[in-house]
Every structure is written in C-alpha cells, then in structure tokens.
C-alpha cells in the first residue's frame, strides 16, 4: 500500500524567510510520480509539480525547488523568500507509474498549512 | 474552457436525505476519481474508475455509490446522507499519470 506523510501539521514564517515543507513516501511500486498541490485558502487545488521516480534531479522554479530523494523516500519542498501570498495548505501525493501508461490512484499526504506574515 | 465541472459548488443536506454531486469533463479522460478533504485527513479517496461501465471503490467508499455510464460523467450518490458525510468533495480526471485535472470542490454540510 502506499503512504504519504507530511509530519509537519503547521508552520508560521515571517515574510522573507526560507521554509521547507517536507514529505516522506512509502510504496513498492518499481516507477511511480511524485507531485506537490497547493490549496489557498479559496480551496482549490492547485497543481505545483510532478517528478518521475526516475528522475531524481532537483527542480528549480521562481522561488520554489524540490529536493528528491529516492534514498530517503523524500520529495522536499522549499519556498525561498516566502511572501504572504505562499501561505496554504500544501500537499505531498504520490501515484503508480503503469507502463501502460493509464492514470492510477493518487494517495495524499495529510497536508501542511503554512502561514506567511508580514 | 475545459477542465472538470462540479456542481453544486454548496450543499445543505438533512440527515437521511439522499443527493447526486455531479462530475463533468471535456477532455476525454479515462481515469475518474472522488475524493473527500477533511480537517487533518488530507484527501481521501472515495471511489474511482478507469473507464466508462467500470468503477472500483477506493479507501472510504461506504455510503457512497458511483456509476459510469458515458466518459464524460461521474456522479457521486449519497444514499442516506449522515453528518459523517459533511466535508468537501473534489472530483478529478487525468488522461494518464501525467497529470490530475481537479474540480473546483463541493462542501457538503449534513445537519
């Protein structure tokens, strides 16, 4: 079976500061995908990142980066110079990779809210 | 403009009282998901399908019940609706793992 965990229930950061968010996995799956949402406080899900379990490069976008891990079972998330518009709920999920190609189901993490403030 | 439509986007339900949330895409995919968000439980899967006629339940299916009888459509049925069920509902498609297409949520309240 697969899990996601986000320990970190919350997390306050002053505006500007360096903050990561960090999920750990668990699966028996060979290949699988890795994506991060943000849900503002609209409550929508917004799609952030997906990463290969293939690909262990870090990523890099504006001020986001994640951090993959395949040693440590680990898809860290990390917001450089935080401002208030980052503050969310952002969740770690993780599918199976079928060769065939077709969708699989998407296991979410408890999520960790994060508050910006001036 | 493409994407999944979730209607109603508010719902106040008594309990015993039995609704359809309706899910709608227009991008032709195969893979259909419900999921339900509660307060420190993430999102969890409801039910799924991987194709027209063919659904399968996920990690909290009981009381729910789901159908798929056109690519296009995936309702979600509560039968007898209890304040257990009050949380937000999300709908989602994907073509392939590639990417999950998200509805725009329901908030369901059971009273």
């Known amino acids: 079976a697969q899990k996601v965990t986000q320990a970190q229930t919350e997390i306050s950061v002053v505006e500007k500061e360096d903050v990561t968010l960090d999920c750990v996995y668990e699966t028996r799956d060979t290949t699988y995908y890795l994506f991060w949402y943000k849900q503002p406080p609209s409550g929508e899900l917004v799609f952030l990142i997906r990463?290969?379990?293939?690909?262990?490069q870090n990523e890099i976008s504006g001020r986001y980066s994640w951090n993959f891990q395949k040693s440590t079972s680990s898809f860290n998330f990390t917001i450089t110079a935080s401002q208030v518009v980052d503050s969310a709920v952002y969740f770690c999920a993780l599918s199976e990779a079928r060769n065939t190609g077709t969708a699989s189901k998407l296991t979410f993490g408890t999520g960790t809210r994060l508050q910006v403030t001036l | 403009n493409a994407g999944v439509t979730q209607t109603p986007k508010f719902q106040v339900l008594k309990t015993g009282q039995s609704m359809t949330l309706q899910c709608a895409q227009d991008m032709n995919h195969e893979y259909m998901s419900w999921y339900r968000q509660d307060p420190g439980m993430g999102l969890r899967l409801i039910h799924y399908?991987?194709?027209?006629?063919?659904?399968d339940q996920g990690e909290v299916p009981n009381g729910y019940n789901v159908s798929r009888s056109t690519t296009e459509d995936f309702p979600l049925r509560l039968l007898s609706a209890a304040p257990s069920q009050t949380s937000v509902y999300f709908c989602a498609s994907s073509y392939s793992n590639g990417g999950y297409t998200f509805g725009s949520g329901t908030r369901l309240t059971v009273v």
């Open positions: 399908s991987v194709g027209a006629g063919i659904t």
């Open positions: 990463r290969n379990s293939f690909d262990e």
